[in-house]
Every structure is written in structure tokens, then in C-alpha cells.
């Protein structure tokens, strides 16, 4: 993935990256899709300081460029190498084998403005759009343990992960469904 960063907009970046907490504002920049560069709006992703580590980091994506014939993304992550947990990847394989939606990544190389920074792992946020696209659904309800990573537990991954009672409630018709299917993968993990 080529992505081009202007001097005006890495700037910012820079400065971002230097307050404390880390700024979390997007800029612009260009992302090379299918050889055409479409505009889009970069992050910075993450709250755990290994994030931040050794002058790589994990980004936001948001394409703002008008759609392109076969693109069918226009939000995602670029996580560093570093920061995957393999034990991550096969639950979400598991949750997936188990009918479950979960994030699967692929591994990528990325270049920021021709230079080769490394290996991140590509993944599609689970929205809307590749709900409908990838499943044909429409009628969902997204269960999360938290929303809060920084919480007084630690990190993203705790012991209570696998405690159904931590899940957010909502409204959706299909929430009581979607709570009994996650407890039925934590007894199988």
C-alpha cells in the first residue's frame, strides 16, 4: 500500500506525535488504490505506547476520494506488525468459522512517499458497508466488550475478555442473540 504524505501535512503529524496525550487529528493525505491515488484522511491509531514505538506507527484510513469501481472499502487500519497478537488473529478465526463477524486482517507492506517503512496488517473496520457487502445483512447488532482501552485493567486484552456481563447493552432486537453466541465461543476458546 503507497501512501503519499505531503511535507505541509507530515508536519503536523510530527507535531501530533509530540503532545502529550498523542493528537489524534486527522490529516490529508493520498493512498494508492488500483494505480490511481485517491484522496484520504489519516490518524494515528492507538492508545498503548508500543503504538508509538520505535519511530513506526499504526494509522486510521478514511478515503475520501469519490468511489471506485471494484473498491470496496473506504475505511480501515493499518496496524504495525509489531503490535499483532497471533492468539488474536485465530480467535477471530475461530469467531468467524463460528458465524461470528470478526476483524480479519491481511498482511501488507507500506510505503509512505516511496519509502518502504514495513509490515502492517490491513483491516476493513466493521461498519455498515461491509456488512451488507461481505454478508448481506442489515440488520445487525455489534457487540464490545468496551470502548474504553485505556481502562484500569490494562490494555486491550484482559482476563475479563472472556466475562459476557463486560459486553455493552443496546437496544438492537438482536443483542440478546448476538451475547449468547459470544458466550458460546468464550466456553469454546
Not at 21 to 50: C, E, R, S
Not at 87 to 98: F, G, K
Not at 150 to 168: L, Q, V
Request: one cysteine or more; glycine letters at 6%; hydrophobic letters at 35%.
Amino acid at each position: 500500500i503507497d501512501l503519499i504524505i505531503s511535507d505541509s501535512e507530515q508536519k503536523k503529524l510530527d507535531e501530533y506525535l509530540i503532545s502529550t496525550p498523542i493528537l489524534k487529528k486527522k490529516i490529508k493525505i493520498k493512498v494508492k488504490i488500483q494505480n490511481k491515488y485517491l484522496y484520504a484522511k489519516l490518524k494515528f491509531h492507538g492508545t498503548h505506547d508500543a503504538h508509538y514505538a520505535n519511530n513506526k506507527f499504526s494509522y486510521s484510513i478514511n478515503i475520501k476520494s469519490p468511489f471506485i469501481s471494484g473498491l470496496n472499502f473506504k475505511k480501515f487500519k493499518l496496524i504495525k506488525g509489531e503490535q499483532l497478537d497471533p492468539t488474536i488473529i485465530a480467535i477471530n478465526n475461530i469467531a468467524h468459522s463460528m458465524g461470528l463477524i470478526s476483524a480479519k486482517g491481511k498482511m501488507k507492506i507500506i510505503r509512505i512517499n516511496q519509502e518502504k517503512i514495513g509490515d502492517y496488517c490491513f483491516i476493513e473496520d466493521i461498519k455498515k458497508e461491509l456488512l451488507e457487502r461481505e454478508f448481506g445483512i442489515t440488520n445487525y447488532s455489534i457487540i464490545n466488550l468496551t470502548n474504553n482501552w485505556s481502562r484500569k485493567e490494562g490494555g486491550h486484552s484482559t482476563d475479563s475478555d472472556f466475562y459476557s456481563g463486560k459486553i455493552e447493552k443496546n437496544g438492537n432486537s438482536l443483542h440478546a442473540k448476538a451475547i449468547f453466541q459470544y458466550k458460546i465461543l468464550c466456553e469454546s476458546i
